[in-house]
């Protein structure tokens, strides 16, 4: 296995990520921010961090397997969210739920930053989200 994905006793539980990834691949596949945008360009779920953090991760995956990856090789996970407060963490985590086993995303998840920011790529983005994965 490329990537191991664990907790160390003593560190914070439960969360819904582990807290340490070792990988011993040689190929590194970084996805860059993913955000809830169609192919064509087209918003998706305007105005709903579930929605947006579903489909978010769905373009997440689409970007791991076209480097040849899953996100079982997922080193790492990045969400920048807008506007963040701890009451939002109930529908970042419906989105991620929702669309977990469509997209093979292992729960609990590899370990995960969450970043609040002011803003992103346009005013409807809610969240996006980067990947960093090894392959051997």
């Known amino acids: 296995m490329t990537v191991q994905h664990f ?53 997440t995956a689409i970007g791991l397997k076209g480097a040849g990856a899953s996100f079982t090789d997922v080193l790492r996970l990045t969400f920048y969210v807008t506007q963040w407060s701890p009451e939002k963490i109930g529908d970042l985590m419906a989105g991620v739920e929702v669309v977990a086993e469509e997209i093979g995303l292992p729960l609990p998840m590899p370990p995960v930053s969450l970043i609040g920011v002011e803003y992103l790529f346009e005013r409807d983005v809610l969240v996006e989200i980067e990947a960093t994965a090894l392959l051997s």
């Open 7 to 59: 907790t160390p006793e003593g560190l914070m539980q439960p969360t819904p990520y582990h807290h340490v990834a070792v990988g011993t691949g040689t190929t590194h596949v970084h996805v860059s921010g993913q955000i809830a945008r169609q192919a064509d360009g087209t918003a998706v779920a305007p105005g709903d961090l579930a929605g947006q953090v579903a489909h978010a991760l769905r373009n």
